[in-house]
């Protein structure tokens, strides 16, 4: 796919050149008609490309959009959505009790970087394929220290029911 750019712009540079810049003739178009198409899928190509270069700029911006919070009881993920409807966008906000906290999956990379996974939702595609939705903290920088937090919370919930629980 990263061809698609460069492969594009050849396409509408004979496309263009063929097509346009020729002198008018009506025997021209037995020509230039299927090189109008050339042109056409030319520009196809060149925004594919366009498509695939801008979208880790588009990935970076919804992770800015994105806040992660950690209460005593439950992690939070607000998400500011554009596409959600109105001009001014809407926030989505997913919550996840101690339950999912005690749940969660660990995914760090060599630089101290990852993942804490939360929930795993497993669905069916329209191809029949299985898919992996993964719902957690992701990208975060520090994820050991973020992980050690999210284990003093559970410690800190399971000695509160500890104590609250009728002795014998």
Known sequence: MACCLPFSIFWVFFGFKISVLSPFDWRILI????????????FLFLLLGVLILLAPLWEYQRAARTAYILCERRAIIIEHNWTAGSFRGAHSVQ??????????ILRVGA?????????????????GDIRLDEKGF????DVEFVDSVCEKIVNRHNKGNAADAPRR
């Open 31 to 42: 020509v230039a008609v299927p090189f109008l198409f050339l042109l056409l899928g030319a």
């Open 95 to 104: 919550s996840f009790g101690i339950d999912y906290l005690r749940k969660r």
């Open 138 to 141: 992701k990208g975060v920088s």
């Open 111 to 127: 630089n101290k970087k990852g993942d804490i996974i939360f929930e795993v939702i497993t669905h069916r595609d329209s191809d």
